[in-house]
């Protein structure tokens, strides 16, 4: 009698909570409510401080997270991203769910799977992407075979796959990138022959693919396998007739490239593999419906012969790029009628002939790049309303540069037209611009305007003729009186000097130079004799004697910053190359020498976010680094609004400068304000910046470690494109004293304090979160919560990503640029470089690619 009475008490409290929502005060034990209440606490969510989306004191079907049956019995669902759960699943909790269908535990800090999560057999959708997952993937994953979706991206899975795939039958949807999987491709996942979307993207799977996969999968529509090891060929995917998205690029497929045109594919990325073959030959394949076509990139292959005939075919192309391939010589492609085009990449291409006066119809487009071909002739008319990026460098191009086109340049992001024969007249184009995107370009730029204008004009006044002849004679003759007079006072000086010593346009040292902190010394004798070693220009012989004055001998008013390895100067040198010139001023043990092969080797490194060395001096014992000038600052003085030509001491409490509107050299201060402080323009700093960062981690070999990632590493050229300085610095200090230079700077230094490329992952995760919330690292004003007071600013961000309100810490000046969302996950980027344990960073290819998924449109 009591079991049956207790029975139906419980069956009557399960009817009033469900129909009722009746308050309870504490959680029956080992009921679908008691479990979810445990997770959370053992995972360090207390219900007190989480009301917002689950109570205690309320039915669990109303809590928020929850989603249960239609009779309201049993918990269904759990969607629980972004809460800062931390750590490994707790035993008997959420593994207790038999009924759960549903479970997304998305965007935290889960680590590990509890011993009997597996005993969830009637999961049909299960998402634990952007976790802290080190694990290799158990075979006990065999166990959800209703699985549809699953989607573990974004955590540090490695080993393999294993073979019990092949018992997810229902999989639909399978999401495994950027993990560190680094294994073959299991012969068991062919037998999910119901995957509509796969993506193994950003691993380290190798090896082939397994035999039968071109045909195990006819429903599938996208399938992503970039950024790994994988080998194939054109006809192991050319079989999948429902594919419309297909990239297999940076891998080691190879075999014809025709193989690859079947269907109605949308999306088509082979690029950097080694696929072979005519694409020209596509033209005559009928099963391929051209019209579907909107991305195809083919770049950076083995492809050979002709472009494609019939590209015209293809109304709804966006983006084509056939860059670094081997096609035979030939004229500009024929792409008139793809009015949607955006981007345009035919570099290395082989073209020969004149650009296509067709490319003026292309009004969408955004980037052109046909460098490092033979195109010859005058630059077309381009429609200009949305061209941001233009390189047209390495060709034969010749006659003047479109005015309409030069007016363009200050709103574009990127243009090149080196090494050509081109002409051009714009004062408005700083000598920096002209250094670096004009070589080899003639400035035909006159001295009076365009006299057939003037003889129009005279016909119509001839009253004006004798008194503009008069003006032009007194003009004239005044230019001849000073002429002359400056001559003679030059004559004078010459003879005044040779008469009272033959030597005394000698400079001798040792010369000693002061700074704010420090004093340092070139110990050398005659500043004449010490060569100065300019590595793209080298019939420009200078010495320490022009370096002397183009600093006016290391002058405090030329001095720019103070940084950790020496001071920096400004200076136009021999009168013409604006410079930045780096003193490292704490020695080294090594050889002049060693030294010298060091600084060289560091100029041949080249990437359009990294600052360029140009030159080097060997002064004594001091080694001089010769950059080029970055005329908008550092990215410390734009964030924090600071004037340009700020002296930049490395306390953060030590900022000081001078408001000046113009400093002596007539280069204008111009604030933050002016520098277009948008989301956007924030983003595109912290992209270039993450692309130089992993060029350097991924493109030098042996890597580079840069060590110092900071704000202030970070400069803006003329054209406000980010550029990170600093970088091989460390090997000029082989003595120790290195060691201690380079561990990087207060805020910035991980707090592992390991040297390695995850130290500069940290290092720039701090910068990102510097561009979106507008403060710094260390010593600024951070928002307290009421349950904890933040240290600095990564202790900040990371407490309010944890609790999903990454929002708050948004710089209010960007808040209304642009989409709150895309700034919610650049924190959320930051959060992932940040992390305590350098395993759990990413790499700086991975940011790279984090970024672009954000990028403004």
């Not at 080992?30 to 401080?49: A, L, P, R, T, V």
């Not at 020695?587 to 060289?600: P, V």
């Not at 944890?802 to 924190?827: C, F, W, Y």
Request: aromatic share 10%.
């Amino acid at each position: 009698m009591k079991f049956a009475l207790l029975g139906s008490f419980c069956i009557l409290t399960l009817f009033l909570k469900s129909n009722l929502g009746q308050q309870q005060d504490q959680s029956i034990p080992n009921s679908d409510e008691f479990f979810i209440s445990q997770f959370f606490e053992k995972m360090g969510i207390n219900s007190s401080k989480s009301s917002h989306f689950y109570n205690v004191s309320s039915y669990v079907c109303l809590w928020e997270v929850v989603f249960c049956d239609s009779k309201q019995q049993s918990v269904i669902g759990l969607v629980a991203p972004n809460l800062g759960l931390t750590g490994p699943m707790p035993d008997n909790t959420i593994g207790k769910l038999k009924k759960l269908q549903f479970l997304d535990l998305n965007s935290n800090q889960i680590t590990n799977f509890s011993s009997d999560f597996w005993g969830l057999i009637s999961l049909k959708s299960l998402n634990l992407s952007n976790n802290r997952f080190s694990v290799n993937l158990p075979t006990n994953i065999a166990n959800f075979g209703s699985l549809v979706k699953l989607d573990l991206s974004f955590n540090n899975f490695t080993g393999s796959l294993p073979d019990s795939f092949s018992s997810l039958a229902s999989l639909q949807v399978l999401n495994l990138n950027r993990n560190r999987f680094d294994s073959v491709i299991p012969l068991g996942m062919t037998s999910c022959h119901s995957l509509t979307y796969v993506d193994l993207s950003m691993n380290s799977f190798n090896g082939s693919l397994p035999k039968g996969f071109g045909t195990a999968f006819p429903k599938l529509k996208r399938l992503n396998l970039a950024a790994n090891l994988i080998s194939g060929r054109g006809f192991d995917v050319s079989k999948m007739v429902s594919l419309n998205y297909l990239n297999v690029s940076k891998n080691l497929f190879k075999g014809s490239v025709v193989e690859i045109f079947q269907g109605s594919l949308e999306m088509i990325d082979l690029s950097s593999n080694h696929f072979e073959g005519h694409i020209s030959q596509v033209n005559f394949n009928i099963s391929f419906d051209w019209s579907q076509l909107i991305h195809l990139d083919l770049s950076d292959n083995e492809i050979s012969g002709m472009f494609f005939s019939n590209l015209t075919k293809a109304h709804n192309l966006k983006h084509l790029n056939l860059a670094k391939n081997r096609f035979f010589k030939q004229s500009f492609i024929q792409i008139d009628q793809l009015h949607s085009l955006e981007y345009l990449n035919l570099s290395e291409t082989n073209i020969i002939g004149q650009i296509g006066d067709q490319i003026s119809k292309l009004n969408h487009l955004k980037t052109l790049d046909l460098s490092n071909n033979h195109l010859a002739g005058k630059i077309p008319l381009l429609a200009f309303k949305n061209l941001i990026n233009l390189d047209i460098s390495n060709n034969n191009l010749t006659g003047d540069i479109p005015l309409t086109l030069l007016q363009k340049l200050p709103w574009m992001e990127r243009f090149n037209f080196s090494y050509n024969n081109l002409t051009f007249c714009d004062y408005d184009i700083s000598l920096e611009t002209l250094r670096s995107a004009f070589i080899g370009s003639t400035n035909s730029c006159p001295i009076a305007a365009n006299s057939t204008f003037f003889k129009e004009k005279l016909h119509k006044h001839r009253g004006l003729k004798l008194a503009l002849g008069l003006a032009i004679s007194l003009i004239c003759l005044l230019i001849g009186l000073l002429l002359f007079a400056f001559w003679y006072r030059t004559r004078t000086r010459m003879w005044d000097a040779k008469g009272s010593c033959n030597e005394e346009n000698i400079i001798s040292g040792p010369f000693s130079f002061k700074t704010d902190s420090t004093t340092w010394v070139a110990d050398v004798k005659v500043a004449s004799l010490v060569p100065v070693v300019i590595f793209e220009k080298p019939l420009l012989n200078f010495t320490f004697s022009d370096l002397l004055s183009a600093t006016s001998n290391f002058n405090q008013d030329t001095l720019l910053a103070e940084g950790r390895f020496g001071p920096v100067y400004h200076g136009f040198l021999g009168g013409v190359v604006h410079v930045a010139i780096k003193v490292l001023v704490h020695g080294s043990t090594i050889t002049d020498q060693e030294a010298a092969n060091e600084l060289e080797y560091l100029g041949r490194i080249k990437h359009p976010n990294l600052v360029p060395l140009i030159g080097h001096c060997l002064a004594g014992d001091q080694r001089i680094m010769i950059y080029d000038y970055m005329e908008n600052g550092n990215l410390h003085n734009f964030l924090y609004d600071l004037p340009l030509g700020v002296h930049v001491n490395e306390d953060w409490n030590t900022d000081t400068w001078e408001d000046q509107e113009t400093n002596e050299n007539g280069i204008q201060n111009v604030g933050p304000e002016a520098l277009l402080v948008t989301w956007q323009f924030r983003h595109k700093i912290g992209l270039g910046t993450a692309r130089a960062l992993a060029f350097l981690h991924h493109g030098c070999s042996p890597p580079i470690i840069h060590r110092d990632v900071k704000a202030s590493s970070v400069y803006l050229d003329y054209n406000l494109e980010p550029k990170l300085s600093d970088f091989g610095l460390s090997k000029i200090f082989e003595n120790g004293v290195g060691d201690d230079l380079a561990h990087g700077s207060p805020g910035y230094t991980s707090p592992d304090d390991v040297v390695t490329p995850k130290s500069d992952v940290y290092g720039f995760g701090v910068v990102l979160l510097e561009l979106i919330t507008g403060k710094k690292p260390v010593g600024d004003e951070y928002p307290n919560d009421e349950n904890w007071k933040a240290q600095d600013l990564v202790s900040w961000v990371r407490g309010l990503v944890r609790v999903n309100h990454g929002s708050q810490a948004i710089d209010p000046k960007i808040r209304a640029t642009g989409n709150e969302g895309q700034m919610v996950e650049g924190l959320k980027i930051g959060y992932l470089c940040t992390a305590d344990v350098p395993l759990k960073r990413p790499s700086m290819q991975q940011v790279v690619g984090l970024l672009k998924d954000i990028e403004p449109v």
